[in-house]
C-alpha cells in the first residue's frame, strides 16, 4: 500500500497511436451502401470488344449476340465484439483522471463505456481495412469465422493481374555505381497495359509497401510522370 502522505500528480498521458488507419478504404473503397436485406446482390455488366460489322449495301445488317450480365449474391458474416464490463471501473481512477480520482462513478462509468466503444470501432476499421487490402492483393476476400461457413468473395480479377516476381524477375536491391536498372519502371509499364487490356479501366495509383525490398525512388522520376494515372 502506498504511503498515504506521500503526494504525486499526474502530469502527461500517452496515447495509443497504434490506432486503425483507413487509407486504403478511403482512397480505393469509398463508397458506402446500407441495406436491410439478408443478402446483397450485384449486377456485373460482362462487357465485351466488338466492332460493328461491315455488309454489303444490298444485304441485311448482321445479327449480333446482346452483351450479357450477370448477378452475384452474398450473404455476409456479422462483425460482433463482445465486451464483459469490469463492475470495479466506476471505483477505479480512469486514465487520464487526477490521482486521487476527481469523478462520479456514474462519470468513470460513462467514460469507461466511451473507451471501450471506441476501441470497438477501431477494431471494426482494422477488420475493413484488412478486407480493403485482400481485395486489392489478390482480388479476392476470404471471410472465415466461428459458426460461419467460409465463403470466398471473388471480384473475378483476370489472373493475370495478380503478378508475382521471382527468381531473376525481382526488382534488385541495389544498383553499381554508374550503372542503370529500367526494370521497376519497364514491369510498371507493362502491367498498366495489361491492367488497361483486361479491364478497360485506367490505373490511377501505384502503391509499394515496406517489406519487399523495394521503395519508390528506385523508379527515375522521368519514367513516373507518363505513369501518373496509375490503380
Same mark, same amino acid.
Given at each position: 500500500?502506498?504511503?498515504?502522505?506521500?503526494?504525486?500528480?499526474?502530469?502527461?498521458?500517452?496515447?495509443?497511436?497504434?490506432?486503425?488507419?483507413?487509407?486504403?478504404?478511403?482512397?480505393?473503397?469509398?463508397?458506402?451502401?446500407?441495406?436491410?436485406?439478408?443478402?446483397?446482390?450485384?449486377?456485373?455488366?460482362?462487357?465485351?470488344?466488338?466492332?460493328?460489322?461491315?455488309?454489303?449495301?444490298?444485304?441485311?445488317?448482321?445479327?449480333?449476340?446482346?452483351?450479357?450480365?450477370?448477378?452475384?449474391?452474398?450473404?455476409?458474416?456479422?462483425?460482433?465484439?463482445?465486451?464483459?464490463?469490469?463492475?470495479?471501473?466506476?471505483?477505479?481512477?480512469?486514465?487520464?483522471?487526477?490521482?486521487?480520482?476527481?469523478?462520479?462513478?456514474?462519470?468513470?462509468?460513462?467514460?469507461?463505456?466511451? =473507451?471501450?466503444?471506441?476501441?470497438?470501432?477501431?477494431?471494426?476499421?482494422?477488420?475493413?481495412?484488412?478486407?480493403?487490402?485482400?481485395?486489392?492483393?489478390?482480388?479476392?476476400?476470404?471471410?472465415?469465422?466461428?459458426?460461419?461457413?467460409?465463403?470466398?468473395?471473388? =471480384?473475378?480479377?483476370?489472373?493475370?493481374?495478380?503478378?508475382?516476381?521471382?527468381?531473376?524477375?525481382?526488382?534488385?536491391?541495389?544498383?553499381?555505381?554508374?550503372?542503370?536498372?529500367?526494370?521497376?519502371?519497364?514491369?510498371?509499364?507493362?502491367?498498366?497495359?495489361?491492367?488497361?487490356?483486361?479491364?478497360?479501366?485506367?490505373?490511377?495509383?501505384?502503391? =509499394?509497401?515496406?517489406?519487399?525490398?523495394?521503395?519508390?525512388?528506385?523508379?527515375?522520376?522521368?519514367?513516373?510522370?507518363?505513369?501518373?494515372?496509375?490503380?
Amino acid at each position: 500500500m502506498e504511503n498515504i502522505f506521500d503526494t504525486s500528480v499526474l502530469v502527461q498521458v500517452v496515447p495509443n497511436l497504434k490506432t486503425s488507419q483507413n487509407w486504403l478504404l478511403d482512397r480505393f473503397f469509398p463508397n458506402v451502401v446500407t441495406y436491410e436485406t439478408e443478402e446483397v446482390a450485384i449486377d456485373v455488366d460482362v462487357g465485351l470488344r466488338r466492332m460493328a460489322p461491315f455488309v454489303s449495301p444490298l444485304v441485311e445488317g448482321k445479327l449480333v449476340e446482346s452483351r450479357k450480365y450477370q448477378t452475384n449474391t452474398f450473404k455476409p458474416a456479422y462483425i460482433k465484439d463482445k465486451r464483459a464490463p469490469d463492475l470495479r471501473k466506476p471505483i477505479r481512477r480512469q486514465i487520464g483522471e487526477r490521482i486521487g480520482g476527481e469523478y462520479t462513478a456514474a462519470e468513470r462509468e460513462m467514460l469507461n463505456l466511451q =473507451f471501450e466503444m471506441t476501441d470497438q470501432i477501431d477494431m471494426i476499421n482494422r477488420r475493413l481495412e484488412w478486407m480493403a487490402a485482400s481485395a486489392l492483393v489478390s482480388g479476392t476476400v476470404t471471410v472465415a469465422g466461428e459458426g460461419y461457413e467460409t465463403q470466398v468473395v471473388d =471480384f473475378g480479377r483476370a489472373s493475370d493481374l495478380t503478378i508475382t516476381l521471382s527468381g531473376s524477375d525481382k526488382w534488385p536491391l541495389t544498383v553499381a555505381a554508374g550503372a542503370t536498372n529500367t526494370q521497376p519502371s519497364d514491369d510498371i509499364e507493362i502491367w498498366q497495359t495489361t491492367f488497361l487490356k483486361e479491364s478497360g479501366s485506367v490505373a490511377t495509383d501505384l502503391v =509499394f509497401t515496406n517489406n519487399h525490398g523495394v521503395h519508390s525512388d528506385w523508379i527515375p522520376p522521368s519514367r513516373i510522370t507518363p505513369l501518373h494515372s496509375r490503380r
